[in-house]
Structures are given as structure tokens and as C-alpha cells.
């Protein structure tokens, strides 16, 4: 039957024998559907010899983690990382040292965004189970078949890093996953300074001053209410509603009610906290008028889809998914004359970037 370590000196215990591994596998369980900070829920780490659950409800105190988070000796293999970094965040500070699978399944030719069962399957030939996928991870006790299939998350991280390797090598390719793994190694920290909030949201860029200072005053209003009262933005207030504010600047409760976006409950609670907000902001009485969306222009169109007819046919020639070389997004800029993006540093510039130059 599948265990769990749910007391801190276990819990030190196994974090001084993995500082002698050579790799571990780690993968986090957590919530944060109904609050702004994630619950960790559990966590999962696995050696050469051992593969365990640690009840992170039980043992707030994850300190004994920290040295093995920062030790770049130490690889840390995890498949799609990003959330768990910024899961583990507070309480390890950057985790250094990551082999991210997800990125190492997708330069040796699978999808971009493969599974990490789809993967297992692929590479080790095993199916995993797929029936503890809507567990309630904050519900204790788990049950041995809910450990098991968390378990199952670490428990082929480590064969994987060896195949992926492997076939890394074989294509010479490992010196791009080295690249991306050096962009992704030791990331954070990943809060949000709420004076910055704003640019989270899109369609804001293009505003008049005066509108971008509303935008940055309401973002921050809502980042810091949404951090005190540990709750998601969207909740507090939604993406769409603080968008249209800062389109049509509400000046009275009448013309904040004709926002249909903002929430009747958030608009009796907070509307004259969010008015406030905006007499705060300072904006003149006459606005400038919202900028016309620019029609593409044809020509960068056309030239855009020519690239990115010329990413397909090297994804191919790769065996690669496009998408892992060039997204339309950076195709847009390169036609608009950026020449300091990813298409043209690194492997990428070797691989894509000179061909897309020469064809414009």
C-alpha cells in the first residue's frame, strides 16, 4: 500500500538522502480554482530508490526542501514545469537544475504540449491510469489507489530524462534543450508587483496616457484586494469589466451600472471604491477619442503566411511541430522589423532564423 510522509522529521530525513542522488523527480498536487495564492496540497519525489508523497497540509514547513531546489548539481526533473515553480516558489525560492520532459518531448519531435501520460506511453510503453484524474486533493485521508496515481506522476520522470536524453543526443539536439532549459532554469520571482498588474490584460497597450493611467490604478486596486482577501483577480474584478472602465471611464454610479460586464455583487460592494479609483486617476474632462483598430495590411499579411508556410515545411524537415520553432506572434514581429527575438538567438537562428530572414 502506497504511503505518505506527513511529519517533519520524515519528511528532513528524505530530503538529506536525495542530496546525494544524482536526479530526482518532483511533481506538485495543489488548488487555486477559489483563491489567489495555490494550495499545495501534496508533493511528490522520487530517487533511484525511492518514490514518496509528502502531505505538505501536514508539514507547513518545507525549509528542509530549499538546498535541494537551489543545488544546480542536482537535476530536477519535472514535465511541465512553470507551475510548479510557481507553486514551490515561496517556499524554495528558484528551483535550479530542471529538465522539463514537456520540453524535451517536444524537440525531439512530439507534440508541444504532450501529455506526461501520453508520454510515459510513448516512450516507456506503460498506460497509466487515468482514474484518480479528479481527485480532491486537499481531502484527507487519500485513499492508496489516490497515492499511487500520484505517485505514478514522479515515478517515470527519471526514465524519461534518460530516453529524452538519449534521443537528444542522437539528433544533436541536446545542446537546444540546454538553451531552453537555461531560459527556464532558476525563474522567479513569480509575483506580481501590482503597479504592473495591468499589463496582464489584454488590449491596453495601445491607449491614450490618460487611459493607461486608469488601467494601472484599477489593476493595482484589484492585485492588492485580490491578494488581502486571497481570492483570484477575476473574482475581485473581471478582466473584461476592468477593460471596458478604462474604455468608457464611468465618472457616476448610473454610468458604472451600464456596465453590463461589471457584476451587479461587485458593483454594489465595491462601485464606490472603483469610482473613487477613477476621480483618484486625474483624467481630464475631455478624452481623446479609443484608437481604430488597424486593418491588417495585406502585404504583411501575405508575407507572414509565406513564413509561416516556411516554418511548416522546416518543421517537417525536423520532424518538429511548427509551433515548437515559430509562433504567428513572432512571425508578426519579425515582418514588422523586431530583430531581437527568440527567432534570432540561439538554436533557433541556426535552425529557422536565417532562412525566415532570407526569404523576407
Not at 9 to 29: H, S
Not at 56 to 83: D, F, N, W, Y
Not at 88 to 108: E, N, S, Y
Not at 248 to 264: M, Y
Amino acid at each position: 500500500m502506497a504511503g505518505i510522509i506527513s511529519d517533519p522529521g520524515g519528511f528532513a530525513q528524505l530530503c538529506g538522502e536525495l542530496q546525494a542522488e544524482p536526479a530526482i523527480g518532483l511533481d506538485t498536487e495543489f488548488l487555486r480554482e477559489r483563491t489567489y495564492f495555490a494550495q499545495l496540497c501534496l508533493m511528490q519525489l522520487s530517487g533511484a530508490a525511492r518514490t514518496e508523497c509528502i502531505d505538505t497540509l501536514a508539514i507547513e514547513e518545507l525549509s528542509p526542501l530549499r538546498p535541494l531546489m537551489g543545488e544546480p548539481r542536482l537535476c530536477k526533473v519535472l514535465h511541465a514545469a512553470r507551475q510548479d515553480q510557481e507553486v514551490l516558489w515561496p517556499a524554495t525560492g528558484a528551483i535550479r537544475g530542471l529538465f522539463d520532459t514537456q520540453v524535451a518531448a517536444a524537440l525531439i519531435g512530439l507534440p508541444a504540449q504532450v501529455g506526461y501520460a501520453e508520454l510515459v506511453r510513448q516512450l516507456l510503453q506503460v498506460t497509466l491510469p487515468k482514474a484518480e484524474t479528479r481527485t480532491d486533493w486537499p481531502r484527507r485521508p487519500l485513499t492508496s489507489a489516490q497515492l499511487t496515481y500520484a505517485l505514478d506522476d514522479v515515478r517515470y520522470l527519471l526514465p524519461l530524462r534518460e530516453r529524452l536524453t538519449e534521443r537528444l543526443r542522437q539528433l544533436e539536439r541536446w545542446s537546444w534543450f540546454c538553451e531552453e532549459m537555461a531560459q527556464l532554469d532558476g525563474a522567479g520571482p513569480f509575483t506580481v508587483e501590482p503597479e504592473q498588474a495591468w499589463r496582464r490584460i489584454k488590449g491596453l497597450s495601445e491607449l491614450d496616457p490618460s487611459r493607461l493611467e486608469l488601467a494601472r490604478r484599477l489593476g493595482a486596486w484589484r492585485e492588492r484586494r485580490a491578494v488581502s482577501a486571497d481570492r483570484p483577480r477575476n473574482w475581485i474584478l473581471p478582466d473584461v469589466a476592468l477593460r471596458e472602465m478604462v474604455l468608457r471611464v464611468p465618472r457616476s454610479s448610473a454610468e458604472l451600472a451600464q456596465i453590463v460586464e461589471l457584476p451587479e455583487g461587485i458593483r454594489a460592494n465595491s462601485g464606490r471604491e472603483l469610482l473613487a479609483v477613477i476621480e483618484d486617476s486625474g483624467l481630464p474632462a475631455q478624452l481623446p477619442p479609443l484608437p481604430q483598430r488597424q486593418r491588417p495590411d495585406a502585404l504583411s499579411s501575405d508575407t507572414v503566411r509565406r513564413l509561416m508556410q516556411l516554418v511548416q515545411q522546416i518543421g517537417r524537415e525536423l520532424g518538429m511541430a511548427a509551433e515548437v520553432l515559430a509562433t504567428r506572434r513572432e512571425l508578426e514581429r519579425l515582418v514588422a522589423g523586431e530583430r531581437a527575438g527568440a527567432l534570432l538567438t540561439g538554436w533557433r537562428r541556426q535552425v529557422i532564423g536565417e532562412r525566415l530572414l532570407g526569404a523576407l
